[in-house]
């Protein structure tokens, strides 16, 4: 029995300026609908107020927790640490920039009787791009993930979109074992899921490109370079140890 139907897990990383306001519009939005919840944002070694920020409405927000990381260790080992820390039915991570609005959850939850996993994507033709991030960005990202399905075997389109949708099963069978800390880490969990035969959807989401985004152009590029070790430790894998 889980003592709540979703666990909402915001990685951050200096985020002062933004981490208020997406914590009030998630709290305003859940508090709408008739579930249980509770938000666990990872504090990922942030050297602004972040952290301050989140531990001024821990005694007002309910089921508001906070993990903080004395240094700064990635997006993944953040997401990794939130997930393994939730106790939900369902378990999603989402930016801490509101990219993707909260609001969105709705077409996730769409196909939680179905799918094991559900993940946001702005490549689909049913994705809404509100405001679109510059040509360079955008090309280098189609590429990119051109480049991830070929060398990985993942048939996503949109591996990198930070509001992605897990039961408790497969949180807790995947994440124990995702070795990159950094921001290819989703392209481990996939692999993974797939690896251990989840269902998996992906649904086209509203997303609106923020400034001060911690992920240059080049992330894809850089992220290439993990690509065969992931796909080696995936391809090794087996769940004898589990």
């Known amino acids: 029995m889980h003592e709540f139907f979703l666990s909402v897990i915001i990685p951050a990383f200096n985020e002062e300026g933004r981490i208020e306001s997406t914590l009030k ?22 050297v602004d107020k972040t952290s301050q ?35 939900g039915l369902w378990r999603i991570f989402t930016d801490a920039d509101n990219a993707t609005p909260i609001e969105e959850l709705d077409k996730l939850l769409q196909y939680t009787n179905q ?24 090309v280098s990202g189609k590429i990119g993930n051109r480049l991830i399905r070929y060398i990985t075997g993942i048939p996503f389109l949109d591996t990198q979109r930070g509001f992605k949708l897990f039961s408790a099963k497969s949180a807790n069978a995947i994440f124990p074992y995702v070795q990159t800390t950094g921001w290819g880490f989703d392209i481990e969990v996939l692999a993974l899921a797939q690896k251990m035969n989840f269902k998996i959807k992906e649904v086209g989401v509203k997303w609106t490109h923020k400034s001060g985004s911690k992920v240059g152009p080049l992330a894809y590029f850089q992220v290439l370079f993990q690509l065969t070790k992931i796909r080696g430790r995936v391809n090794n894998f087996n769940e004898l140890g589990k």
């Not at 519009?25 to 942030?46: C, P, R």
């Not at 094991?116 to 809404?128: R, W, Y």
Request: hydrophobic share 40%; with cysteine.
């Open 53 to 87: 920020i989140v531990s001024s409405y821990l005694d007002t927000i309910k089921n508001l927790h906070l993990i903080s990381f004395e240094k700064n260790l990635g997006k993944g080992a953040a997401v990794c640490a939130g997930m393994l820390k939730s106790t």
């Open 25 to 46: 519009s998630i709290v305003d939005f859940l508090n709408k609908k008739n579930i249980t919840y509770e938000i666990i944002v990872v504090n990922d070694g942030s």
């Open 115 to 138: 799918n094991d996993i559900v993940i946001g994507s702005i490549a689909t033709e049913d994705a809404e791009i509100k405001k679109h991030e510059s040509f360079i960005r955008s």
